[in-house]
């Protein structure tokens, strides 16, 4: 994973580019090209307070996290930041739907044979939203992350 990459994954997860730029300083174009891969914007990446936001949207810190893995950390939820809320049958229902999700995504994926970079991002938001979806999981047990 890059930053590029996190930064799609962070708005994806954040309900898309569109609704995320009525809350930054910024406008969808510029949003945009923080999140392309295109060689025209490689030098486009996203400022921190932008990214904090993002990542607050999408309810994990998807960017940051990469930022911090990029530079040989992990980050770690602080104990007691985080509401957590019970655990429910829709818990349960989502968790199936997203690892299907991450499922469908790969079988797809593999279809012809081999696994190109889009299907590549594709399978890792997949399995980023599975994530995001296990961990609350997690959290609603009483179990930390």
Not at 68 to 76: C, K, N
Not at 100 to 122: H, P, T, W, Y
Request: negative net charge.
């Amino acid at each position: 994973m890059n930053l590029k990459g996190a930064t799609e994954a962070s708005f994806k997860l954040g309900g898309g580019l569109t609704s995320f730029a009525l809350l930054a300083r910024v406008g969808v174009s510029t949003l945009s090209k923080y999140a392309s891969v295109s060689q025209e914007f490689r030098e486009n990446v996203i400022p921190v307070d932008i990214a904090v936001e993002a990542d607050r949207r999408a309810g994990s810190p998807v960017i940051i996290g990469e930022a911090a893995h990029q530079l040989g950390f992990e980050l770690v939820p602080i104990a007691g930041q985080t509401a957590a809320k019970p655990v429910t049958e829709a818990d349960a229902h989502r968790v199936l739907k997203e690892t299907m999700d991450v499922s469908q995504a790969i079988i797809a994926a593999r279809s012809d044979g081999k696994i190109d970079s889009l299907e590549r991002k594709q399978i890792s938001q997949e399995v980023r939203e599975a994530i995001r979806a296990l961990e609350a999981v997690l959290a609603g047990i009483g179990e930390e992350p």
